[in-house]
């Protein structure tokens, strides 16, 4: 079964609103990343929260991590048509090695 | 330029044949992935190798192989064995560091079997 579940499975919104994305994971972890992904191509990363941290900024994003409910979420603020896109949580599922487990992702429709 | 190549983009293969798909990164990364993508899915990982000359089984291993002869190539062979190959495949990789670091991708190969 997959560590990562992120919810929504799909978001479709207006250009300048904010879009929300969780995840949740079901083993302890020393770390959850979000990455990006346009239609066709890799991945992107776009920021690594540690376990040990509750919340992280990166330009509009926004990450929070709760360890007690094994639950994070994104926060994307004033939204862009270009913000288009899926949206991946990846942990390493306590391994604390190379063995990363994604989930099934959010895809996200900023309509303009 | 640094960064992860794979080639080809597309890949068409005919049932029964064994291909190879390249992966390829000049950011001196000890570690490097193969995962495998369904459409509306997440990433499964076939491969992983943490060092040269040293490989492990992901999750989905059957049907499929791989070499590391050296740090920066990484190609793997979806061989006859592996029943459902049509997906698209996209290689990773990560720096040196005694914790998990974020993933590098390349841009993805996308095989389809006629």
């Known amino acids: 079964s997959q560590q990562g579940e992120e919810d929504p499975q799909a978001l479709s919104i207006q250009e300048g609103e904010n879009a929300t994305m969780n995840c949740s994971y079901k083993t302890s972890i020393n770390n959850l990343q979000w990455y990006r992904q346009n239609s066709g191509r890799g991945l992107v990363h776009l920021i690594l929260i540690r376990s040990n941290e509750r919340e992280k900024h990166s330009g509009r994003l926004r990450v929070t991590l709760d360890t007690s409910k094994k639950s994070s979420s994104l926060l994307i603020t004033a939204s862009r048509a270009a913000d288009t896109a899926s949206y991946f949580c990846a942990t390493d599922a306590g391994t604390g090695g190379f063995k990363t487990i994604f989930g099934a992702g959010t895809r996200l429709f900023v309509k303009a | 330029d640094g960064g992860i190549t794979q080639s080809p983009k597309y890949l068409f293969r005919k049932e029964g044949q064994n291909v190879t798909l390249s992966c390829e990164q000049n950011l001196n990364h000890d570690a490097m992935y193969w995962y495998r993508q369904d459409p509306g899915q997440g990433l499964r990982l076939i491969y992983y190798s943490q060092i040269v000359n040293d490989f492990q089984k992901g999750d989905i291993a059957e049907g499929y192989s791989v070499s590391r002869e050296k740090k920066e190539s990484f190609p793997l062979t979806v061989t006859s064995a592996q029943k459902n190959p049509t997906a698209f495949y996209l290689c990773?990789?990560?720096?040196?560091?005694?914790?998990?670091?974020?993933?590098?991708f390349g841009p993805g190969t996308r095989l389809t079997v006629l």
């Open positions: 990773a990789s990560s720096p040196p560091g005694p914790t998990y670091n974020e993933q590098f």
